[in-house]
């Protein structure tokens, strides 16, 4: 199993920039399908983006263009790299790992959560 942890979330102005980190222990990352989500209040959970590999990544249509899913294998670490940031943005937001033979769609493994903030 692997355990996953996040970091770097905050509070920021709309047009800023956050990274987000995913620590995983236990197992190395490059076993899942490692995927981005979030949740704000009265909406429904949201994948953001996926990463099957270095050369294969998925974003969703509302962050396409501004975010950007990556991994750093020897780190064992998962990134989202945030950029023109958007009230709408506002969400907790987690990772997850799925198993890559489930295809990136069944998430077993969750972290935390961290919580990011937009302003206006």
């Known amino acids: 199993q692997v355990q996953l942890v996040e970091s770097g979330g905050g509070s920021v102005q709309a047009g800023g920039s956050l990274r987000l980190s995913c620590a995983a222990s236990g197992q190395s990352i490059d076993h899942y399908c490692m995927a981005w989500f979030r949740q704000a209040p009265g909406k429904e959970r949201e994948r953001v983006a996926y990463i099957f590999s270095d050369d294969t990544t998925r974003h969703a249509d509302s962050v396409k263009g501004r975010f950007t899913i990556s991994q750093d294998n020897a780190m064992n670490t998962l990134y989202l790299q945030m950029n023109t940031l958007r009230p709408e943005d506002t969400a907790m937001y987690y990772c997850?790992?799925?198993?890559?033979?489930?295809?990136?769609?069944?998430?077993?493994?969750w972290g935390q959560g961290t919580q990011v903030t937009v302003s206006s």
């Open positions: 997850a790992a799925s198993a890559k033979s489930a295809g990136c769609r069944d998430y077993t493994y």
